[in-house]
């Protein structure tokens, strides 16, 4: 029977990582793989993570079951992490998902069960794995105008106009902050546009928040979804605990339905408890009680954000390095709209040859696309991986 299966495409990021580690050469550079590296190249565990596992070590007695939707009191810090005073929590209702790309995929079936005709507008471009999660839960995807290659920011004109075929209770997907790929962010005055929009045509948001902390600092990555969240009386947010706390591999997410009342509240929440069981039964634990004993703690908490702080900082230096130093390899702006995105992701305009010429002869490992991982960058690189961009994409 499952010779019928034929074989998938393989995954380009997994072939990329496998290519990279089989490369023999001392000065290769990792621009694909999404993951926040440190000076030295590595994905280090958090000491607040660290400090948090080792409470748990001692002081955890059971491991049984909790409830399908995990543990509450982590859908509550979560809930005040993301939204802090934006919604009530009898309008919240929350599931602890595998990672962000649980949250996702439950946020897409909880909108599938309550109306199996919406479609998911989606930017162009978005994460690859949007439209892939998207088709998976049975929706339409429909795709709005959003980077504008020429200034390296927002097509405002062309989100709005597309926008306007979004069709009551369809899904309007937002990146959170630090958009995946363009590091094109929406400002203030966007979100509060697109709130005007969604509540005019009825759609809601569906807001992926994979990046908190990596943008601005937590608060001001936060401020949209918040805006959201008090002006619309539904918004649905898939959260990742993956870079923000380090903890890729433990699969920490969050989906939050936000419902225009109570009853309404408990139906949500009834629904993500089945949606949890009919596909993992319980999500995983450790990481989500990681999160929660940081976010509870006082010094814990403090010493999270100061170290998330250090990532944010690094990133942004590393973007302003590189725009820098590619002025002065190519000797104009070309690439100066690196220094005003935000998070570890910017497209540089190469196209699947040059992408191909930077691997082999710089040893230049990004995606097709022509995405980087900014965090993939030691500061000692940064001169070099300039003139490789430069001469290649002259
Ligand atoms: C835009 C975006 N959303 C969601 C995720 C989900 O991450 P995870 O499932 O590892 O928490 C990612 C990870 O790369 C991402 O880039």
Redesign the pocket.
């Known amino acids: 029977m499952l010779h019928a299966l034929g074989s998938a495409a393989p995954d380009p990021i997994i072939r990329l990582m496998q290519d990279f580690a089989a490369d023999p050469r001392a000065d290769k550079v990792d621009l694909g793989v ?1 993951m926040y590296r440190d000076g030295e190249g590595r994905t280090p565990v958090m000491a607040a993570v660290r400090a948090a596992e080792a409470r748990l070590l001692a002081a955890q007695e059971t491991k049984g079951y909790l409830g399908l939707a995990g543990d509450p009191a982590f859908h509550a810090g979560m809930r005040d992490l993301l939204l802090g005073t934006a919604a009530a929590a009898e309008r919240v209702a929350a599931a602890g998902t ?5 949250a ?1 995929r439950q946020a897409l079936e909880l909108v599938r069960r309550a109306n199996p005709g919406a479609r998911v507008w989606l930017s162009a471009p978005t ?1 690859p ?2 439209p892939a999660l998207v088709r998976a839960a049975g929706l339409a995807p429909a795709t709005y105008r959003y980077y504008d290659a020429a200034s390296g920011g927002i097509d405002r004109a062309g989100m709005r106009a597309d926008l306007e075929g979004a069709a009551l209770g369809d899904v309007v997907l937002l ?1 959170g902050c630090c958009h ?1 790929p363009t590091g094109a962010d929406l400002m203030p005055g966007d979100w509060a546009d697109l709130a005007v929009m969604c509540e005019r045509r009825g759609a809601v948001p569906l807001i ?1 928040m ?2 908190l902390g990596f943008a601005e600092g937590i608060d001001a990555d936060a401020a949209g979804l918040r805006l959201m969240a008090a002006s619309l009386p539904e918004v649905l947010i ?1 959260a ?4 923000s706390f380090g903890l ?1 591999r433990e ?3 969050c989906v939050l339905a936000i419902c225009e009342s109570a009853p309404v509240r408990d139906a949500a929440a009834a629904m993500l408890a089945t949606l949890n069981r009919e596909s993992y039964a319980f999500p995983p634990d450790h990481g989500a009680r990681v999160v929660t004993t940081i976010l509870a703690d006082a010094a814990l908490r403090a010493d999270w954000a100061a170290e998330l702080e250090a990532m944010r900082a690094r990133l942004a230096r590393l973007r302003q390095g590189l725009a820098e130093a590619l002025r002065d390899a190519a000797g104009s702006d070309r690439f100066g709209s690196l220094a005003a995105q935000r998070g570890m992701f910017s497209l540089i305009g190469a196209d699947p040859d040059q992408v191909e010429r930077l691997r082999a002869t710089h040893g230049l490992y990004l995606i097709g696309d022509g995405r980087i991982n900014l965090a993939g960058l030691r500061e000692a690189d940064i001169p070099r991986v300039a003139r490789a961009i430069a001469a290649e994409l002259a």
């Open positions: 999404g595998p990672g962000g790309t649980g996702l994460w794995n949007h990146h995946n992926d994979a990046y898939a990742s605990g993956s870079k890729y699969r920490v997410g």
